[in-house]
């Protein structure tokens, strides 16, 4: 995602930080490419302008051009007028009132809808709450089995809508099914259209009326730009939205509705979608985008993203090894095993400060196959070996690398991030390299 802009940024701001003076036509220069490079990832045109015209306004004063690192100090300016644009702070969802609390999902056709319905549903789970999903596309039989098959992959009840209804009666009935079933919310899937029509506003209004949503959150492509732009601004205008959830950012190099849309409506991101599965569904917060946009890293989402994924107690379990020194290849597969669950390489590797350019290298396209191979090598070490690597001669080697349809060179690689894991982790762990029960004997 973003990633034309950031290449752009990342250029304008290198020749800004080459500069040790910056004077300010070095400035405005700088400013006229960054306002092209948000043209260029189809951010709103007036957008574009007032945000240039808002850094202008702060960058080519005295305490800038006086400073040691202009250059910084502009790109500092820079992520500060990001993360306002985007919204500031990220805004949590407001789940108030009586319970059932009503989240009404709005949307075009093919947004990304259905699953972002899932998805929030999920997520509310691992806040503890009790979702009841409530699919009211009757015109679209298909739309109410993928619901249905959708809560089924998480386990969450299904208010069971046909097509002989009305959307209006679904939403009636749906608030005493949610109660009958001790659920305390309740996301309403509604029908989406082609094109944004009044019949389609009408109903959804009725909806409204009816059940008293707590939040009412348009699903918006990303990838359409512009379009969601203004659809957002359509929804906004008649029925009073609460929120967005942008999908489809992991496919959007531009970001231009992302970077547009709370500036031309002022209604906030509240999550983004980077990807189809359940888990793909991320809160959004705007200082932490910017960050990404500028190739800083967004190293806090990264941290989160791994509490996601790891059991403490195991990770607890596994600083006890380190700093006992018995951390082994089995113990190694743990992890590589952990570290898949993750997610995809490219994204970890995204939220990484400086990554960003680093993808570009052709050697730095991970091969997700090769966790694959790496668990396969460990596979094939009998106990003894995983437990203790420095009995793994050459004869060894090769009948691994045999076993598991490798080569001895793979096991050789292998063996050696083993060790150089083992090695950095002692030292993190405040052992200078030698283990600590060499050092009591001291
Ligand atoms: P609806 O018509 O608005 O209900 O849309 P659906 O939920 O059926 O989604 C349409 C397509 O978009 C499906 O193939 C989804 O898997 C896909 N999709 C939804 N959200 C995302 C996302 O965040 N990223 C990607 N890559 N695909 C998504």
Redesign the pocket.
Known sequence: MFDNLSDKFQRIFKNLRGQGKLTEENIREALREVRMALLEADVHYKVAKDFVTGIAERAVGQEVMTSLTPGQQVIKIVNEALTDLMGGQSEPLRLIGKPPVCLLMV?L????????TAKLARKLVQEHRKPCLVPADVYRPA?IE?LVTLAGQINLPVYPSTVRQKPEEIAREAQGYAREHNCDTLIVDTA?RLHIDTELMGELGRLKEILQPAEILL?ADAMTGQDAVQVASAFHETLGLSGVIL?????DARGGAALSIRAVTRCPIKFI????KLD?LEVFHPDRMSSRILGMGDVLSMIEKAQEAFDEKEALAMAKKFREDTFSLEDFRNQLRQVKKLGSLEQILGMLPGMGKLKELKKLQVDEKEFVRMEAIINSMTRGERRNADIINAGRRKRIADGSGTSVQEVNRLLKSYSEARRMMRQMMGGGGSAPATRKKK
């Open positions: 949307g056709q093919g947004s990304g809808k259905t699953t972002t739309a993928q989406g699903v999908t489809k950012l992991d496919g979608g980077l990807g189809e793909a």
